[in-house]
C-alpha cells in the first residue's frame, strides 16, 4: 500500500480510496494506512478535506461528523444513529460494544489503543451511577488526573476520595473512591457500609509487575471471593489477551472479554540526529525516509502547536536538559495570559516560592513561559496544577519521566522520545512504549476533521522502536502470586506470604508475622525512651528547633531507637548504613510534619537547613556592622560547603548499602538547586514516612499502648500516623483534606463527624474566593 511517495507533496486519490475502502472492510486498525493518510493530509490540507467527512464515518468518529454527502456516509450515519438510540450516547462503535458488554456482563476485560474514547465511556457509566463506585488506578500518579475529572463530572451530593472512608453520610448520595492496590485492605475493612455498584481497574497490566503486581492479583482474587456479584471492569492498552484476568485468577462468573484494535488518531515517524529530522515508516523498510528541510518541532512550536519531550529523571535533575533542547525553550517568551498566570501564582504560593528571591526554582522559571516539568517526585499537589495548566491548552513543552506512560491523559502534537529506557519485561517494555506514543496527536471534537500526531525517535534507538512498535504484547495467564517466592528477598518474604494468603491486618496495615515479631521484640525501653523524649508533659511533640538544642548523644540515642522500633517488624536484625541514613534524615521532616507545618514551611525550613541559614544571618550582620567588606562576605558564603543530607530511598531496601548525598560534598551553599530539594523533601514524605515508616512505628506505639495502657504511645501513634492528635484535624484528613487545605479552613469548622461538617458563620467571607469555595462547596 505505501509507496515511495509517502513523503511527498502529492494526493493520490486512488490510494485515499483504497484506504477507505479497507477501513470499510476492517475498521481503521492498520497503522500504515494511518501514517499514509497523516502525511497525505499534512503535504495537501485542502485537497485532503474533500475525503475527511467520509474518513470520519468509516472509521467510526460519528461525534466528529456532519451531515452525509453519500450512500455509504448515510448507512454510517444511520449506524449512528442506532447507537444512540440503543445506548443513549454518541458514542463510536468501540464505546458501544464496551458499554453493552459492560451492562451486559458481570465481568467484562477489554484492550484498546490510547485515544479510543475509554475515558469518556467511564465518564458516561459514573454519571448514571446510582450506587457506590471503586476505581483502581495502578500508581498514584493518576490520581491527581482523576480526582480533577472526576469532581468537575458529579454533583456535590457524590463523595469523592482517593481512599476509602465512611464520611460526610448526611450529605452524601452516592461515593467514588478512587485508590491504589495498596490501598485496597480500606475495600472489605468497609464493606459492609458500602452499595457497590461498579469497580473500575484502568491499566490493569500492573498485573504483570513484580510485588506491586502481586497486591493488585491478591485484590482483585479478594474482591471475586467477597464481592462476586458486583460489576468489574478491567481496561488494558495494546494487549491481546485481555482474557487472561480471567484465567489467571479463576474468574468464571458471567465474563466476557474483547480486544479493540480500531485507531483514531493518524502518526508521522520521524528520526532525529544530531540536530536533524527524517521522515521514516516503521511499517515498510523498502520505503526510503526523506531529510526534513528546516526543523520541524520549531516550526509546530511556533504555530501554537505542543511537543511532550520523554527523558531521563537524572537529566532533569543535573539541569542537561536545558542545555541538550535550549532551542526549543527559547522560543517561548513569558506568559502574560491571565489564567496561566493563576495557575503559576498558585504553584508559587503552594512551593513558597513567591516573592522570595533566595529560592530560584527551574520549574517556577520555565513554568513562567509555558513549559512544564512532570515526573513522580514532583509533589502530587503541584502535578495536579500543572496537569490542569496543560489540559488547559496552557503548556508548549512539557519534560517528562515515565509518569506520562501510566495513562496520565495529556496529548500533544509531538512525542519526542529521548530517553528510551523502559522497565519491566519485553510485553512491558513494548506496552509502555506504544502508552507513549499514543500521546502523540491531540483528539479534536472538530467535526470532519482527522487528527494526527508526530512520534519523534533518536536515530541510534529507531531499530529498537520499530521492532517494539510492531510487536504485539500478551499478558500472562499465570499470576505471580502462584510462582514460586525468592527465599533470598527476605524484606519482602512476609509480604508476599500475607499476599498469597490473605494475612494482612487492615487495622495496623502490617502483615500477621510483622505484628507477631513487634510484640515478640524487646523495644519496650526503646519505646518508653522515644515517649519521655518526644512528648512533653501536656503531649505536645518536640519542635525540630528542640531536637537539634538536645545533646548530640540524646540525638544518637533518638536515632538509634527509632532503628530499633523501625527494625522490628522485619526478618533481619541490621539496617544498612544507607537505610540508618534515610532515618535519620527522615526524623526532622516527621517532627515538621507532626508539628503542622505546611509543604512550603517543610520546604523552606530544610531548605533553610542545608544552606545554613544561621550562619547566612551570622555574615549578614558581621556586613552590616561593616566589620567584613562585601568582597569578604561573597567570599565567605562561597566556600561555606551545603549540609550533608541523604537521598529518600524506599524502605527496606537491603540493596541501599550506602548514604548517597543529595548535594556532592564540594557544593556552595549558594549552588544549591531549589528544586531538588522540593523533589526530594516530597520522596521523604511520600516513599519514606508514608509508605515506609508510618505503619511499623504507629504500629509498634498502638501494640505498646494496648499492652500497657500509655496513653502517650496512642497520642504519638496519631502523630505519626496522621501528623496530628487534633480530632478535628484527624477528622479533615478522613475527608481528604490535605495540611495545607486544614490550615486554611480549620478555624471555620464547628463541629465534624462522619456524618457532616458544619461550618461557622466565618465561612461565608471565606468563600468569597472561588478557590476557597471550590475546596469546600460539596461539604457546604
Known sequence: MLSDNLFYQTIDSELIKEILFDFHNSGPVNNSHLETLSHLKKHNPEAFKIYEGKLMFLMGLFYKTSKPNSFIEAIYNAYAQTIIEETGYNFTPIQADAYNSIKKYTNFSFSAPTSAGKSFLFQELIKEAQGDIIIILPSRALLSEYLIKIKNLVSKETLVLQFIEIVNTKRTKNRIYIITPERGEEIFKNMDNLNLELILLDEAQISEEGIRGMKFDSLVRRIDKNLNNIKKVFTHPFVLNPDAQFKKHNITNDIESETYNQKTVGKIYIEHFEGNFKYFSPFDDKIKGRNIDGNIVKDIILNNGTALIYISKSKIYDGRFLELFSDYIELCPEITDKKSLHYINKLEEFLGTKDNRDKNS???????????IHHGSIPLKARLIIEEFVNGHHAKICFSTSTLIQGINMPFDIVWINNFSFTGNEDQKTLNLKNLIGRAGRTTIEDNFFDYGYVIVEKRNKRLFINRLNKESSLSTTSNLDNQTDPNNEDFIDIIDAIKNDTFNAELQLTKSQIERISNSNIDSEINFILDTFLNKHLEPLTVKEYYKLEIHQRKKIKISFENIYKAHLR???????????????????????????????????????????????????????EISFREFRLLISKKKVRFSCIAESLPNKAFKRSVPLFSQDTSIVDIDFDKVIYDTYDYIDKVLSLSIKDPISSAFILYFNKTGDIRAQVLSNYIKYGTNNETEIWLIKYGFSFDEIEKIFEHIEKIDETEIIFKDSVNEFIEDPDNLKLIERYL
Not at 527551574?362 to 512544564?372: A, E, F, P, S, T
Not at 541490621?574 to 532515618?583: A, F, H, I, M, R
Open 362 to 372: 527551574i520549574l517556577i522559571y520555565l513554568m513562567k513561559r509555558g513549559i512544564v
Open 572 to 626: 533481619r536484625s541490621d539496617l544498612t548504613d544507607g537505610e540508618k541514613s534515610v532515618l535519620s534524615t527522615s526524623i526532622p521532616i516527621l517532627l515538621w510534619q507532626i508539628q503542622g507545618k505546611s509543604f512550603a514551611e517543610i520546604i523552606s525550613l530544610r531548605y533553610a537547613f542545608l544552606t545554613e541559614k544561621d550562619y547566612r544571618r551570622k555574615l549578614r550582620r558581621q556586613l552590616s556592622r561593616k
